[in-house]
């Protein structure tokens, strides 16, 4: 065979041979050869670098609220309500004597209720259950054991619950120290990962902030069959509050 004769790609002095092997063996290796892995991380021009971090506080409630009520049951609805009204008196009186405002001292619900007897046809009205209930606010937390202990003994027979939380000057003061701690991780954060990637900050060009919880309230419930003048002072503690948020900064990248 004259060397007019021959293939392109099998002629030994030209470059076109070399290249069309290449892609041979290149398709070989891609088709049966290892699986090659490529990680990157890639930073966008003008992309901000977004950090987190996330900061705790903790506050003890200063405010309580005690869920009280009256509940009585009679033959006629004036006499049931005039029973309610007189212990509600007593109950108000006794709370005001401890300290309680007229302001925090709340009416949450006033319920009257018919009692029927089913079994006669048509049914009729036997009597009639009234019922009320306050929800009182103690901005003295050392008082909220006095105040269980008078409501139980000037006339309710319904205690719903206890409940405690912060004020809004605590609750102030309890987030701004979350925050300034949530910041500080943040940043101390970004240097560390700016440093370890060897890139520059610029500047903070956008805040957020998200509340990772509530605080949550401590509850009692009980209730009683009437006043007693012999109960045991109770002995309820507030503990502590924690308030825990998350902040994002983001950096410009020089």
């Not at 506080?57 to 509940?71: H, L, N, W, Y």
């Not at 009204?85 to 001292?105: F, R």
């Not at 259950?129 to 054991?145: A, C, P």
């Not at 500047?203 to 419930?221: A, D, W």
Request: no cysteine; net charge neutral; hydrophobic share 35%.
């Amino acid at each position: 065979m004259d060397e007019q004769n021959q293939k392109p790609w099998m002629r030994s002095d030209g470059g076109a041979g070399a290249v069309v092997l290449f892609f041979i063996f290149l398709f070989i290796f891609s088709k049966w050869g290892p699986a090659i892995n490529f990680a990157t991380t890639t930073q966008s021009r003008g992309e901000p670098m977004v950090v987190t971090g996330e900061g705790k506080a903790t506050a003890v409630p200063d405010i309580a609220k005690v869920e009280a009520g009256i509940q009585d049951s009679g033959l006629t609805l004036l006499q049931v309500q005039d029973s309610v009204n007189k212990k509600s008196q007593s109950l108000v009186a006794a709370l005001k004597k401890l300290g309680i405002e007229e302001k925090d001292i709340k009416t949450n619900s006033y319920n009257i209720y018919p009692q029927q007897d089913y079994q006669s046809n048509p049914p009729s009205v036997t009597g009639y259950q009234v019922s009320i209930n306050y929800e009182i606010t103690v901005r003295k937390i050392d008082n909220v054991n006095s105040v269980l202990t008078t409501v139980t003994t000037s006339g309710a027979n319904l205690v719903g619950g206890v409940s405690f939380n912060l004020s809004d000057d605590a609750r102030k003061k309890a987030m701004d120290a979350a925050r300034q701690d949530a910041v500080k991780i943040a940043k101390e954060n970004a240097e560390s990962l700016a440093k370890a990637s060897g890139i520059s900050l610029g500047k903070i060009i956008n805040v957020t902030e998200n509340q990772n919880s509530f605080p949550r309230p401590m509850s009692l419930t009980a209730t009683g069959g009437g006043p007693d003048k012999s109960i045991a002072q109770p002995n309820i503690q507030p503990g502590e509050t924690e308030i825990d948020l998350t902040i994002s900064l983001s950096y410009e990248v020089r």
